[in-house]
């Protein structure tokens, strides 16, 4: 089982609908997470970062996260063309205490006009 | 007023050269990462330095040798390359630690031909 798992997609989804990106990991003392964007031939950039069971928005964005499930979500609403990105789940990693960041595959976003 | 920069951006050699990136961070962190992002978009991490100490050191050929001269930089040297160590490599940092949102410097794509 990889550690931090995402739908490699493309997800694609029309402009103005909402997106759902979703994650799961294994460890279960996972404590922080977080959503990074990536645009083709960019660097990752962090849009949302969550610690707490519950909802966390921020603008169009909101983070999920159940850590009973082990699992984080990303939504999207009204999304725009220029949302289409790989959008990246990464989790510190508690095992080997190291807590380095752990990322998933990503899921590619496409938003169409 | 670049936060984390990372030279050079493109880099094309033949298999068995020697070849180093540089990093640098403005940002004040204690902490510095290499990553590696292969084709598929698959983040992995290969080394951490904080404070010029090395922290993290993932299961990566001893070919790759970082050096971390102060908390401000890190630099990546690479023996003999071969031609799988073709993918991008990103610098990162973080405040404090391991676990905390990282800051990508722009990646330099490695090409080993």
């Known amino acids: 089982q990889k550690e931090v798992e995402q739908n490699s997609g493309p997800l694609s989804v029309p402009e103005g609908a909402i997106a759902s990106l979703n994650c799961t990991y294994s460890?279960?003392?996972?404590?922080?997470f977080f959503w990074y964007r990536q645009y083709s031939g960019k660097s990752p950039e962090l849009i949302m970062s969550?610690?707490?069971?519950g909802d966390k928005e921020d603008g169009r964005f909101t983070a999920q996260l159940n850590k009973a499930s082990q699992y984080v979500s990303l939504l999207i609403r009204d999304s725009q063309p220029s949302d289409s990105a790989t959008y990246l789940c990464?989790?510190?990693?508690?095992?080997?205490?190291?807590?380095?960041?752990?990322f998933g595959q990503g899921t590619t976003l496409q938003v169409k006009p | 007023d670049t936060a984390v920069s990372q030279t050079p951006k493109y880099l094309v050699t033949q298999m068995g050269n020697d070849k180093s990136i540089k990093c640098e961070q403005n940002?004040?962190?204690?902490?510095m990462y290499w990553y590696k992002q292969d084709s598929k978009k698959f983040l992995k991490i290969m080394f951490s330095?904080?404070?010029?100490?090395?922290?993290i050191n993932e299961t990566v050929p001893n070919r790759f040798s970082p050096k971390s001269p102060d908390k401000a930089h890190l630099n990546l040297h690479i023996n003999s390359l071969e031609l799988g160590d073709s993918a991008v490599y990103f610098c990162?940092?973080?405040?404090?630690?391991?676990?905390?949102?990282?800051?990508f410097g722009s990646g330099t794509q490695l090409s080993v031909l």
């Open positions: 460890d279960r003392g996972s404590q922080s």
């Open positions: 990464a989790v510190n990693g508690v095992s080997g205490n190291t807590g380095k960041l752990i």
């Open positions: 940002l004040g962190h204690d902490t």
């Open positions: 969550i610690y707490s069971n």
């Open positions: 990162a940092s973080s405040y404090r630690g391991p676990g905390e949102k990282l800051f």
């Open positions: 330095y904080n404070n010029k100490e090395l922290i």
